[in-house]
């Protein structure tokens, strides 16, 4: 059964720090995606990663992919409160259904 | 606006009555998902459609939770005889088959409280 793994579960920075979000999952999948989730909305994507080696930036925020690994990244630079939030990454997994395994997510929490 | 619409967003509901969501996907979409979340979780899989037709069904989903995509358009999530541990966010999220990202599109989500 995949398994979809981040950490830290909860994260409390300072504003102009910088910090790695790791998400680790159990089997081969070649497509990896992030989503912010604020209190008591829906999930905003951030980054579709498709194939081995991407990366994709927006703002503070970066992604990246290693298929090999089993691991994506998403990496904080210069954190800033409005990114507080939490993190979800997902797997599709599923070859035919493609449905969503998620993270356990990543509580952000930046100190102004 | 394209995007995936929820209703209702919020529901609050004795324990024992049965509740009734809708999920409009966007229009050209022919994959739908439904996804349950709870307080401090990731979203959990409840089951997918292909046009008009359920695909799959997540354990998750007991014999009191039926789905529906009449005419492959719109779909409904029923819960019958709703608990207290039904107390959840369930989230719509729409695809088109052979996109090239294979990315979901999720809606606003319907909040439900069970009391």
């Known amino acids: 059964e995949l398994k979809v793994e981040q950490n830290p579960l909860f994260l409390s920075m300072q504003e102009g720090k910088n910090y790695t979000i790791y998400c680790n999952y159990s089997?081969?999948?070649?497509?990896l995606y992030w989503y912010r989730q604020d209190p008591g909305k829906s999930l905003e994507s951030l980054f579709v990663?498709?194939?081995?080696?991407a990366v994709k930036q927006e703002g503070r925020l970066m992604a990246s992919l290693d298929t090999k690994a089993r691991l994506s990244t998403l990496h904080i630079t210069a954190a800033v409160h409005d990114l507080s939030a939490t993190y979800f990454c997902?797997?599709?997994?599923?070859?035919?259904?493609?449905?969503?395994?998620f993270g356990t997510g990543t509580r952000l929490k930046v100190l102004a | 606006d394209t995007g995936v619409s929820q209703n209702p967003r919020h529901k609050i509901t004795k324990r024992g009555q049965n509740v009734t969501f809708r999920c409009d996907p966007i229009?050209?979409?022919?994959?739908l998902y439904w996804y349950r979340q709870t307080l401090g979780q990731g979203p959990e899989f409840l089951t997918y459609?292909?046009?008009?037709?359920?695909?799959?069904k997540s354990r998750l989903l007991s014999d009191r939770f039926s789905a529906e995509r009449p005419k492959g358009s719109f779909s409904t999530l029923e819960i019958q005889r709703t608990e207290q541990g039904d107390s959840a966010m369930y989230l719509c999220?729409?695809?088109?088959?052979?996109?090239?990202?294979?990315?979901?599109?999720f809606g606003p989500g319907t909040r439900l409280t069970v009391t």
């Open positions: 229009s050209e979409h022919n994959r």
């Open positions: 999220a729409s695809r088109q088959a052979g996109g090239a990202s294979y990315e979901q599109y």
């Open positions: 997902a797997v599709d997994g599923t070859s035919g259904t493609y449905k969503y395994i």
């Open positions: 459609f292909q046009n008009e037709a359920q695909l799959e």
């Open positions: 089997t081969t999948s070649d497509r």
């Open positions: 990663l498709l194939s081995n080696g």
